[in-house]
């Protein structure tokens, strides 16, 4: 099985720093399952390709399983594993291109950092639901996709299609991220993922999918089958691809028994109910101007930059990637002079200081103090409290007492939370930050309220005390 990625971003033999591996050289890499060889048919500047060839060895593959896997049969040695590309080549993907599937690039950061125009083909792809998936799947990634259905027999005419395609995807595209993409939905197109999961496989979805799984409109289909069927690990997923902000209510299901036995999934997404939570705390308070501060790949702040009443919208984020997620789904590029008047994006830390953060009526921290180092908390909170002073600042973060109800949740709901605060942890952080930057809070649930755990998010609206106030506040204290 065979899988090629050409550029054509001059030098393209630049390919060979971004994946680690010289054009100039054949290297093999040992698998479980057989041997992963690596060469380069094309190298010059104009148009540089990549061949990841895998060789299957199918006794191999029958030995490397584990012992209780649930087949003993003859397919574990006849099957297509040797001739089409599946799961295996996911693998072998992902231990080859370890490196570069991490972004990381000494002699060429800035390269691995940039979009570039990449061409993928696998000549065989199992299809499982036909070439529409593909498109599917590929397509809000940005890719131009062919997917054209393989023959069963070419020289008999009436046998029709295969359950193959030949794949060719064209886009620019991160590599990185192209191999993270691939490595996740090439187990998704494939009928049978060949090994057995455990919990960690929902750690390996997620540091995958960082960047694109969460705002995929299949994202749901994606979990599902790339876990399998195993309903609860899916749920968790679900679970921690909510609290990255994903749009799950845009999945839109094929007729399939897994996807049935999903009853939740009308039901309204947390991430959705907490963006609306949010949106409509802000309108209640009369805000017009609003700072997302952390706003990550930017859904709350497209919901911020589509409401009229906001007159003057900013993000901000320490990560510069998620900043350029945020530029695209806003289309900054494309926007009247007018709009992009009225939006500001910049990167910043939120434990320094910085004079781009003041000046707004509201400020939003959804979902981000829990990404920040207890040490370095009270920083952030002199940032946000003390020196940029907001009217108001709507806090956002998980109640830990609800994760007892997320199914084969171990720890905490996503890899990064430094923390997860009960509620009675959120309600003495937030009456300190009153009682040190003259401030009012009041908290909410946001999501199903379970009669003894609460809900899922907890809301803290602080709103600036006037001098009055504080004067008095302190009279109160004596
Ligand atoms: N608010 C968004 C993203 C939440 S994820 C949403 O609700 O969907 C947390 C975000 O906080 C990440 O994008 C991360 O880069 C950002 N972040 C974490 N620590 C930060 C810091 N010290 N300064 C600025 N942003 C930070």
């Not at 984020?317 to 695209?328: E, G, K, N, P, Y």
């Amino acid at each position: 099985m065979l899988l090629t990625v050409t550029t054509t971003h001059a030098p393209a033999t630049d390919l060979g720093f971004l994946l680690h591996k010289h054009p100039d050289r054949v290297q093999e890499f040992a698998q479980s399952f057989g041997t992963a060889t690596v060469f380069y048919p094309e190298a010059t500047e104009e148009r540089c390709t990549v061949a990841l060839m895998l060789d299957v060895d199918p006794v191999r593959l029958a030995r490397s399983r584990a012992r209780n896997a649930p087949d003993f049969s003859l397919a574990q040695y006849v099957n297509d594993r040797s001739y089409a590309a599946s799961s295996l080549l996911g693998v072998a993907m992902a231990d080859v291109f370890s490196t570069a599937r991490s972004g990381r690039c000494r002699s060429r950061q800035e390269l691995a950092d940039s979009a570039i125009p990449l061409e993928v083909t696998i000549p065989v792809l199992p299809c499982r639901g036909g070439p529409d998936v593909a498109h599917r799947l590929f397509e809000p990634l940005g890719w131009t996709v062919e997917a054209e259905p393989i023959a069963l027999d070419e020289a008999i005419e009436g046998w029709g299609a295969s359950r193959y395609v030949r794949l060719r995807l064209t886009g620019t595209v991160r590599l990185a991220d192209a191999l993270n993409q691939l490595h996740v939905l090439l187990p998704v197109l494939d009928e049978s993922k060949h090994y057995w999961q455990g919990p960690d496989e929902v750690d390996k979805l997620m540091r995958s999918g960082e960047g694109w799984l969460a705002s995929h409109p299949a994202s749901r289909l994606i979990t599902q089958r790339y876990l399998g069927r195993r309903s609860g690990l899916t749920r968790t997923a679900l679970a921690r691809l909510a609290e990255l902000g994903d749009d799950l209510e845009d999945a839109v299901e094929p007729a399939e028994d897994e996807e049935a036995q999903q009853p939740e999934q009308a039901r309204v997404p947390l991430n959705t109910q907490r963006h609306d939570a949010v949106l409509q705390m802000l309108l209640d308070l009369g805000a017009r101007s609003v700072i997302d501060l952390g706003c990550g790949p930017g859904q709350f702040l497209q919901r911020l930059v589509r409401t009229p009443a906001f007159t003057r919208v900013a993000g901000s984020d320490v990560s510069t990637r998620s900043l350029q997620h945020a530029a695209r789904r806003l289309r900054l590029e494309r926007m009247s002079e007018r709009q992009a008047e009225r939006i500001e994006l910049f990167q910043g830390a939120l434990t320094y200081e910085d004079a781009r953060y003041a000046g707004f009526d509201a400020a939003v921290l959804m979902e981000v103090v829990e990404h920040v180092d207890p040490p370095r908390l009270e920083a952030l909170e002199r940032v946000v409290f003390g020196a940029a002073r907001p009217g108001a600042v709507v806090v956002t973060t998980p109640n830990s007492e609800y994760n007892a109800l997320y199914e084969s949740l171990v720890g905490m709901r996503h890899p990064d939370h430094r923390f997860e605060w009960t509620r009675a942890e959120l309600g003495e952080w937030a009456e300190r930050v009153c009682r040190t930057y003259g401030y009012r809070v009041e908290v909410h649930g946001i999501g199903d309220h379970d009669e003894s755990l609460g809900t899922p998010t907890q809301m803290a609206v602080f709103t600036r005390l006037t001098d009055e106030q504080a004067d008095e506040k302190e009279g109160d204290d004596d």
